[in-house]
């Protein structure tokens, strides 16, 4: 049984940083990764990394954005900088797209 336990949400002002953290019990995955979803917009890739390190980045949050993972914690981490009121949204931690995370709210708000 995997388990999957995301921290690190919250509310901060446009500028500011968030580190979202993502454990996950059991078995390792291939490829780990962060959607989000916004209220009235469909569940979006936000980033995604290899066990090799390689990595993917949405457009709107590359350069802001970076993804890492520590495999003897098998926990993957997305450092968020320069946040913007648009990446408010629900963030969800995938592994390989067969688990989910029960989600962390992210608000970025004067």
């Known amino acids: 049984q995997v388990q999957v336990v995301e921290s690190g949400g919250g509310l901060v002002q446009p500028g500011g940083s968030l580190r979202l953290s993502c454990a996950a019990s059991?078995?390792?995955?291939?490829?780990m990764g962060w959607y989000r979803q916004a209220p009235g917009k469909q569940r979006e890739m936000v980033a995604s990394?290899?066990?090799?390190?390689?990595?993917n980045y949405a457009d709107s949050v590359r350069g802001r954005f970076t993804i890492s993972r520590d495999n003897a914690k098998n926990t993957v981490y997305l450092q968020m900088n320069n946040l913007k009121p648009e990446d408010t949204a629900v963030y969800y931690c995938?592994?390989?797209?067969?688990?989910w995370g029960q989600g962390t709210q992210v608000t970025v708000s004067s």
């Open positions: 995938t592994l390989g797209h067969e688990f």
């Open positions: 990394i290899t066990l090799y390190n390689n990595t």
């Open positions: 059991g078995s390792r995955f291939y490829v």
